[in-house]
Nanobody, 122 residues
Framework: QVQLVESGGGLVQPGGSLGLSCAAS????????MGWYRQAPGKQREWVAA???????NYAGSVRGRFSISRDNAKNTVYLQMNSLKPEDTAVYYC????????????????WGQGTQVTVSS
C-alpha cells in the first residue's frame, strides 16, 4: 500500500510564507497527478493546486499567483510553496495523489495525506 506523509504546517503571519511537503512511500510504480486541497472550519474541502506527472500545474483562482506547486519524482514528493499568505488561507491542508502501484496494473489509486494545519494570523 501507499502512505502520504505531510509536513510543514504551522503558524505564520499575514503576508508571510510557508512551505508544505508531502512524501509518498510504499508500493509505487509511478505517481500521476498530485495535488493539494484545504478545508477551513465550517467550510467544504476545496481544491488548491495540482501538478501532473509531466509537470503541468494548475491553481485555484484564490491562490493563483501566490502559491506554487512542484514535485520531485525521485523523492516521490510534492511541495506547496505558499507566499503572501492571508487569514483566509487558514485551513487544514491535505495532500492527494493518484498512484500506479504495479507495473501490471495501469489503473491508479487515489490516496490522501493526514492533513496539516496552516494558520495565518497576527
Amino acid at each position: 500500500q501507499v502512505q502520504l506523509v505531510e509536513s510543514g504546517g504551522g503558524l505564520v503571519q499575514p503576508g508571510g510564507s510557508l512551505g508544505l511537503s508531502c512524501a509518498a512511500s510504499g508500493s509505487i510504480f509511478s505517481i500521476n497527478r498530485m495535488g493539494w486541497y484545504r478545508q477551513a472550519p465550517g467550510k467544504q474541502r476545496e481544491w488548491v493546486a495540482a501538478i501532473t506527472s509531466g509537470g503541468n500545474t494548475n491553481y485555484a483562482g484564490s491562490v493563483r499567483g501566490r502559491f506554487s506547486i512542484s514535485r520531485d519524482n525521485a523523492k516521490n514528493t510534492v511541495y506547496l510553496q505558499m507566499n503572501s499568505l492571508k487569514p483566509e488561507d487558514t485551513a487544514v491542508y491535505y495532500c492527494n495523489a493518484d498512484i500506479r502501484e504495479r507495473i501490471t496494473v495501469v489503473r491508479t489509486k487515489n490516496y490522501w495525506g493526514q492533513g496539516t494545519q496552516v494558520t495565518v494570523s497576527s
